[in-house]
């Protein structure tokens, strides 16, 4: 196993953490919609030995919440950290859309505590901040209350989880001095919400960072399209889908450490195997490439609805015959053509600023994101 430092903290983090978020299911297969199910049970026995066997392989970083596995996940998680508590780093969230008045805060921490069997925690984070809660948050006293909590030692280092777009990202990190934020990133998702602008500015400013959803929850391994297959295909050295994706967030300097919510004890295993290699800037330009291209193959076109004429320099967009959807073409180098119709779309926005153009949409197999980094486009 290799370690990285948490940003300015003393912990020295495994590269690979445990987020408890995707228990093995009594009786069934995990699935997505299994995380907040209150009538699903995890499979107790199943869980333990995975989160043994992890740290036999040293393994130090687990992350938790309140509300995973419907108030589940924090039990059990103490359970199976009995014996084993003070040979890791443990995570867990306040769940920010419970606290309804100040009082709120530290009776929820007492129950989390119970509820992990420990005396203090490595790491608290308020969970999912966005625009709005992160408003809510100050009017109660949240931030306040995190200093309270670390000056008498029930927590060590405090953080927040996000999901937003990275101007209120930026704002929430300079706002408190944070030891850590949690955001998404993968090789799909590179622009999306915090996305690799919030990512360098965090770690600018000396935040750790504790990547989640590296997977995308499981979407980057499973169903796995067939142009991607192609291009990974194509390869020298062949990787296995996680591998690729693992690697990929692994290869930024920046990150400390990746949650993954394994499900089963096969999964542990791969990835611990994966996470030997996951040293920062490991990946050559080849295989970076080769992430790109497996990202974008499958999103054939950009579509632009309702759009002025006259706005486009390179490439060419095309109007579909007897609609108001404009395409943007892909050529075959997928990664310079990422570039061009990323230029093109951001010179679209500067020079339709409220003249015109209303959404953003890509055909192909993979539905979302591109247009989310645009400001003033909304994908339809
Ligand atoms: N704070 C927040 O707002 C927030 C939000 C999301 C996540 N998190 C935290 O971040 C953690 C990580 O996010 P995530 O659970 O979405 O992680 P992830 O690693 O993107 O997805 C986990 C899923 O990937 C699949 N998987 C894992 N290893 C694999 C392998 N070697 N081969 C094939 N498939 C594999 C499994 O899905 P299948 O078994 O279905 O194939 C597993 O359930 C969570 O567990 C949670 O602790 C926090």
New binding site residues.
Partial sequence: MLYRKLGKTNLNVSILGF????LPIQNGS??ASDVFDPNKAIDEEETIRMIHEAIDQGLNYF???YG?HAGKSEPLLGKALKGYRDKVMLAT?LPVWLVKEPQDLGRLLEEQLQRLETGHLDVYLL??LNRQNWARMQDLGALEFLNRIQADGRVRYVGF?F?DDVKIFKEIVDAYPWALC?I?YNYYDEHYQAGKEGLTYAASRGLGIVV???????RL??KIPEEVQRVWDSAEERK???EWALRWVWNHPEVSTV??????LD?VR??IRIADQGKPLSLSEKDLWQAYRSAYAGRPFVRIVKQSQGLYRYPEPKILQGTNFCEIGFEREMRSDRLVVMGAIDNLVKGTAGNGVQCLNLMGGFPETLGLDFPGLHPI
């Fill in positions: 987020g408890c978020m995707r995990q699935s992350d938790t919440a995973y969230k969970h999912g989880s999901h949690q998404q989640m959803e590296p997977l995308r929850g499981g391994t499973e296995t889908p996680a949650l993954s919510g394994m499900s089963t999964q791969e990835n």
